[in-house]
């Protein structure tokens, strides 16, 4: 948090609150949480107080007032006439899909981005909005609705085999937690930025490779070759290695 607030990340703000949201609904009241839950609080409290202070012009960013304003701000992330986090959906519905094939396929995996040696048509009519500025419309317009349903779908089951993995195999539940973690701060960063859609989501990708690595040791450390049923248990692991 002493990095976001001299570096002007205010995201890292919104995130660590979703973060000890998740690790409190999993985790309980307990008194080990509740002393993270104190120590994290005065941490992003102490981090914010340096941020006004390094940043003055955003001492009013986080109250409600100011929220509400920027939801129903017309004025774009790159200044009048452009897109927002808000209105970037929006825009993609109304404006860039023509039909109703389109608007379920999209216009493909590429074409609505651009590049140093290629920029697609779609770009050129409408590049000047900044759309491509926000992941969620970028994913919109490439693949349609239904592509975004798959895309999407993909985290939600990482998020629920994260939680059924924790009740299986307890001793690694902190483990499932990230990748729980994982797959909702990527969902967030869809919506906040495009930041997913260069080399770090490798990163997350890895993060959220975890439940099925530790379900297939926990598989294979409780079926050994002796036993009748190591065969069907073996079968189990290679299946959840495959997810």
């Known amino acids: 948090v002493y990095i976001a607030a001299i570096s002007e990340l205010k995201v890292v703000f919104l995130e660590i609150p979703m973060i000890f949201f998740i690790l409190l609904l999993f985790s309980g009241w307990k008194r080990r949480s509740i002393l993270l839950l104190v120590a994290g609080g005065l941490a992003v409290y102490f981090s914010m107080?340096?941020?006004f202070i390094l940043y003055p012009d955003w001492a009013n960013f986080f109250n409600i007032e100011t929220i509400m304003e920027y939801i129903g701000d017309d004025t774009g992330y790159a200044g009048q006439g452009t897109v927002n986090r808000m209105s970037s959906i929006p825009?993609?519905?109304e404006n860039m899909f023509k039909s109703p094939i389109q608007m379920l396929f999209g216009y493909g995996l590429g074409n609505a981005d651009s590049w140093a040696l290629f920029t697609s048509s779609l770009y050129q009519e409408f590049g000047d909005y900044r759309y491509n500025y926000f992941?969620?419309?970028m994913l919109l317009a490439e693949d349609g609705v239904l592509g975004t349903i798959c895309y999407l779908g993909f985290f939600a089951s990482v998020c629920i085999c994260g939680f059924i993995?924790?009740?299986?195999d307890p001793k690694n539940a902190c483990w499932y937690t990230m990748a729980i973690v994982g797959s909702v701060l990527v969902v967030f960063h869809q919506i906040y930025s495009s930041t997913l859609r260069v080399d770090i989501i490798y990163n997350y990708m890895?993060?959220?490779s975890i439940p099925f690595i530790m379900m297939r040791e926990a598989c294979l450390e409780n079926s050994s070759p002796g036993d009748a049923e190591a065969g069907g248990n073996q079968a189990v692991c290679a299946a959840a290695a495959k997810r």
């Open 206 to 208: 890895f993060w959220m």
């Open 135 to 137: 992941g969620f419309s």
């Open 165 to 168: 993995y924790r009740l299986k």
């Open 91 to 93: 825009f993609v519905f």
């Open 49 to 51: 107080m340096l941020f």
